[in-house]
């Protein structure tokens, strides 16, 4: 019988240490074009049934995409789960050659989901976005200091925010013109932008970091953006539900589109107050209200139909069009 074989690479900014199970052999390559491409190679020879690499910052990111585009089963895990499975199996020492035999044993035991990476212009898109949050990030920073500093420098932070803001205007205007080069994406806009508080940088968000939106239940998108509650309940006690891990940036703009959302949206802001009045918390109640807003847009774009108001004939806040109804 063929061995059946399970890859964990070790990542890291110059280097991808990788190790093989059940042999045990491992080898590794330089983390650049040229040492990615003969990794691929030589893991298109053994087969492997599963290829496990940790999320390191980004350092993963040309290793997975080349590895998936060759067709190849690879999947990017938290190392968080990574570092946990590790001490459940008495593994506490930590050096590169023993975290990619713990990523390799970890793909053997486990076999995590190798989902489907984003295409290049969405992993661009999002390239634009990362860059456009640090440029907010840094005219808070600065607005914020013009009130720290002495007036003898004011100017200066002036001038350096006005130069941040030009730069801001010109990454907006790209991510807007890329997203309008997508008839795709320009198609799935024109739906999104039609439900109160769904801004730009929310839709052009979702394209890049959720690119899964439509394909998915609706449960199955909640878990995927981190707003799935968990269960704490154990024996006769019974604890609150959370939610946690997820795709970060993802609720990040959910949270500010529902901060418009349950006032502008009739059907939001009814569910928001229904919630206040049963004894919810506030962030408890916007955290539902950002998990209903992104089963609505799930359910959108899944069967093409605007966002319309609710009324009284009309209690669902989006319905399908007569072509969806039919093929169902």
């Not at 280097?15 to 045990?24: E, I, K, Q, T, Y």
């Amino acid at each position: 019988m063929k061995e059946v074989i399970f890859i964990g690479i070790d990542v890291s900014k110059a280097r991808l240490d990788v190790a093989m199970r059940p042999s045990g052999k491992t080898f590794s390559v330089a983390n650049d074009g040229r040492g990615i491409a003969a990794l691929t190679r030589r893991l298109q020879r053994f087969k492997p049934l599963r290829i496990v690499l940790e999320a390191t910052g980004g350092f993963e990111s040309s290793a997975a995409y080349q590895l998936a585009a060759a067709g190849l089963p690879a999947a990017v895990v938290n190392p968080r789960q990574v570092r946990n499975f590790a001490r459940a199996s008495g593994r506490l020492a930590k050096t590169d050659s023993i975290d990619a035999h713990i990523l390799a044993h970890f793909a053997e035991a486990l076999m995590p989901a190798s989902r489907a990476l984003p295409d290049t212009d969405a992993r661009e898109l999002a390239v634009f976005l990362s860059r456009r949050r640090q440029i907010v990030e840094m005219i808070t920073a600065e607005t914020n200091r013009l009130a720290r500093m002495p007036q003898l420098i004011h100017r200066r932070i002036a001038t350096h925010t006005r130069w941040l803001k030009k730069q801001l205007a010109e990454l907006e205007g790209e991510i807007a013109r890329r997203v309008r080069s997508s008839r795709v994406w320009r198609d799935k806009e024109r739906l999104l932008r039609t439900a109160p508080g769904i801004g730009k940088v929310t839709v052009s968000t979702l394209f890049a970091k959720l690119p899964e939106l439509g394909s998915l239940s609706r449960r199955q998108i909640a878990a995927l953006a981190g707003l799935a509650p968990f269960n704490r309940d154990s024996g006769e006690a019974r604890g609150k539900r959370t939610v946690w891990g997820g795709r970060g940036q993802v609720r990040a703009v959910l949270y500010m589109g529902c901060l418009t959302a349950v006032r502008k949206n009739p059907a939001l802001k009814a569910f928001y107050e229904r919630l206040l009045a049963a004894g919810k918390r506030p962030k408890v109640a916007l955290t539902a209200c950002m998990r209903k807003l992104l089963t609505i847009l799930n359910a959108m774009i899944k069967t093409e139909t605007p966002w319309r108001p609710p009324n009284d004939s009309a209690p669902m806040i989006i319905s399908p069009p007569p072509s969806a109804a039919a093929r169902t």
